[in-house]
């Protein structure tokens, strides 16, 4: 048997017994190697071939201390909404010079606002189920269940003081918490607010708690798929609060939606709910939430006038900061077009003037910047005086992080009092507080009385789990058939100048027939073709790059060739783009912003593509400004075809992946600029996302409202003939 080490051991012995002859050839063997080395080089310089491990196809080199290519569209996109900001804050100031001006600020934004979430549904019977009681110390518990829309329902825990009824009552919409109303600081201040006197109702949001929207029945789990170090509230729940969150945003969106509108309308049947019972004060109602808590009640109480008092916590401050620190957050954080319209943050609490108003922040808050929180106060303070109640707006800062923390908590329960009981009192959850404490040693003295099972109000612990409930999904669907029906007939009845009108607007694309300057930097020599590199400028400070393969005899035929990841994907020898080239077609592989060397995403590259995309901040940052991927993309198509018609008698349009959304727009906008299209890797249709709990980095071609207008199979039409 021959052993590994004596094979070794073979060789090592012969090595050294021929060490003279060993030691020549490799003299001889390197003195070769430097030969044609150096003919190589020769031949690169004077041939018509450079080696494919030679070739560099990347156009944009990045600058010692300059911006990269890929930061630059995300600050060109930085520098549009700082902008837009500050001509809000123009007007701003321009406004609060007459009281009657301020009323008609916020009359301007609350209708905005509903328009943008789509309106509000129609209230149809709540049928409350009382499904259990809990007795604490000074309060009791009811675990109740209410039909907001039909077939969904909202689930709640109802705290009521032990003293005699009525009571003022406090809405507490939860923040981004996995177990919703059962997280120890939500039930913290309803225990609090109820032992002073004031009932408190802590209410699951969509895609917390009990009512979580894309369970899987299939399987049961401990962990969520997308955060494997956190544990799952339910068996049946497979993605995070935020994802779920994101996800019915984007599905939402496309009908001209936000989550948001179901958010809100929780709180407003839950509003309902309360008005109707007789333990109740039905003129003295509160409301208060942390976090993504803090937004749904900046959000009620923009727009429910029921609301005498609210105190939004850890939430405001202003898009600016937010933009430049943790960028968008969830999906109904993000209302479609607010900046553009001049909507902050500050007008949440600006559209309810005068009415009673805390703005609850910690002075730590890694989440929501501090320094925006002191100018949205700045802002709100100085409208609440022009319309002459400086003294109903304050704010409570302690030195504290991101939470409802035991120093919000008293502060609000003391607000509360002060505004729904006409009461000042002095508030103490902890009687005997030491005088020094960490953040860690506070959060151990204050421990909530319930676990997440004593608190479950469903037979199951999930709505989905009930028969015939509806997801938002569904529900979403539903409105998508709906508005089929409608929308077809309006589209059917325009010409082609009104459907190239409508396309504009919605995707909020420019029109514009200039063709930009070529800016050239670099040529590679192949045996087929020469291949320049180029680039142009696409907006103020945000150049694209393409490579251009010119045949060596060039004739009269040109692809614009737009592939969904880079412009080198299909760019090798023998790929695709120089197969194109062989049948006499000059190419131009283009990119179009945030794709290849200008994709976006810098802040998500620590947690992979994920499931909206590397890029997703930076597409809620254009929504935000009222913009679409999808329509700056179909302008980039437009500037590339331009170029490559100064090039070529027939444009041939070829698009990959992402590009193919903006690539039909382009073509349906002017079908004469091409003589063929080919779109692969492209979604049937975005009717086919709305009801989808898994589409996959669809954010990238979302549009809002698009499905109130037309869907990609009326493009197809327009078009007429397309490849695949």
Request: aromatic share 8%; charged share 25%.
């Amino acid at each position: 048997m021959v052993r590994k080490e004596d094979c070794t051991d073979h060789f090592l012995a012969f090595k050294i017994a021929a060490a003279p002859l060993y030691h020549s050839i490799l003299q001889f063997m390197k003195s070769i190697t430097v030969l044609l080395l150096t003919l190589l080089i020769a031949s690169a310089l004077n041939a018509q071939t450079l080696p494919l491990s030679a070739e560099d196809l990347t156009v944009f080199k990045p600058a010692a201390g300059g911006t990269t290519a890929e930061q630059a569209f995300e600050q060109w996109l930085t520098r549009e909404f700082v902008a837009m900001t500050e001509q809000r804050s123009t007007a701003f100031e321009k406004m609060i010079k007459s009281a009657a001006a301020c009323r008609k600020w916020q009359e301007e934004r609350r209708q905005f606002f509903l328009e943008r979430i789509g309106g509000l549904p129609e209230r149809t019977p709540l049928n409350p189920q009382i499904t259990g009681t809990l007795n604490g110390k000074g309060y009791r518990v009811e675990k109740i269940i209410l039909e907001t829309r039909p077939a969904f329902h909202l689930t709640a825990d109802l705290y009521l003081p032990d003293t005699p009824p009525p009571w003022p009552a406090v809405l507490v919409p939860c923040g981004h918490s996995h177990e919703g109303k059962a997280a120890g600081q939500y039930q913290l201040i309803c225990m609090l607010l109820a032992r002073h006197g004031m009932a408190a109702i802590c209410y699951d949001p969509i895609g917390q708690g009990e009512r979580y929207q894309m369970l899987d029945t299939t399987r049961e789990r401990t962990v969520f798929d997308d955060a494997p170090h956190v544990k799952v509230p339910h068996p049946n729940v497979r993605l995070m609060c935020t994802t779920e969150h994101t996800a019915t945003g984007l599905s939402s969106a496309l009908i001209g939606a936000n989550v948001a509108q179901f958010r809100i309308w929780d709180g407003m049947r839950v509003i309902d709910y309360l008005q109707s019972r007789k333990d109740i004060l039905a003129d003295k109602i509160g409301c208060t939430g942390n976090s993504g808590g803090g937004t749904e009640t900046a959000y009620l109480m923009a727009l429910d006038d029921r609301i005498v008092a609210a105190a939004p916590g850890c939430y405001l401050t202003t898009f600016v900061k937010l933009i430049e620190t943790k960028g968008p957050q969830d999906g109904e954080q993000n209302i479609f077009g607010q900046i553009a319209f001049g909507m902050d943050e500050a007008d949440y609490c600006i559209m309810r003037a005068p009415k009673p108003t805390l703005i609850c922040a910690g002075t730590r808050d890694a989440t929501f910047d501090f320094g925006g929180t002191w100018e949205v106060f700045r802002d709100a303070k100085r409208f609440y005086s022009r319309l002459g109640s400086p003294e109903t707006i304050d704010m409570a800062a302690p030195d504290a992080p991101h939470g409802f923390t035991l120093q919000l908590r008293e502060a609000v329960t003391r607000f509360m009092s002060r505004w729904l009981l006409g009461k000042d009192v002095l508030v103490r959850e902890i009687p005997s507080l030491p005088d020094s404490f960490t953040d860690d040693e506070l959060r151990a003295l204050t421990l909530p009385d319930w676990t997440p099972e004593q608190l479950q109000c469903t037979p199951k612990g999930q709505v989905l789990l009930m028969p015939g409930e509806r997801s938002v999904f569904q529900i979403n669907a539903d409105s998508a058939t709906a508005l089929r029906k409608s929308r077809e007939s309006a589209w059917n009845s325009m010409d082609e100048v009104a459907k190239r009108k409508a396309i504009r607007e919605t995707i909020s694309a420019r029109a514009d027939d200039t063709t930009p300057g070529i800016e050239k930097f670099g040529i590679i020599e192949r045996v087929s073709c020469t291949i320049t590199k180029v680039a142009i400028a696409a907006e103020d400070g945000l150049k694209l790059p393409a490579l251009l393969f010119v045949p060596k005899k060039p004739g009269r035929k040109a692809t614009l060739y737009l592939h969904g990841t880079s412009m080198k994907a299909d760019a090798a020898p023998g790929g695709p783009i120089e197969q194109l080239v062989q049948q006499g077609h000059t190419v131009l592989a283009a990119e179009l912003r945030g794709i290849g060397e200008t994709k976006t995403g810098l802040r998500r590259k620590a947690f992979g593509a994920g499931r909206f995309g590397r890029d997703n901040l930076e597409i809620l940052t254009a929504y935000l400004m009222g913009k679409s991927y999808v329509g700056m993309r179909t302008e980039d198509v437009g500037r590339w075809t331009r170029v490559l018609k100064t090039m070529a008698d027939e444009v041939h349009l070829l698009a990959i992946g992402e590009a193919a959304i903006p690539a039909l727009h382009a073509a349906a906008l002017d079908r004469a600029a091409y003589k063929s299209t080919t779109l692969q890797e492209m979604i049937p249709s975005w009717e086919s996302l709305v009801g989808a709990t898994e589409a996959v980095d669809q954010s990238v071609n979302t549009v809002h409202g698009v499905l109130r207008r037309y869907d990609l199979p009326d493009l197809r039409r327009m078009i007429g003939k397309i490849s695949k």
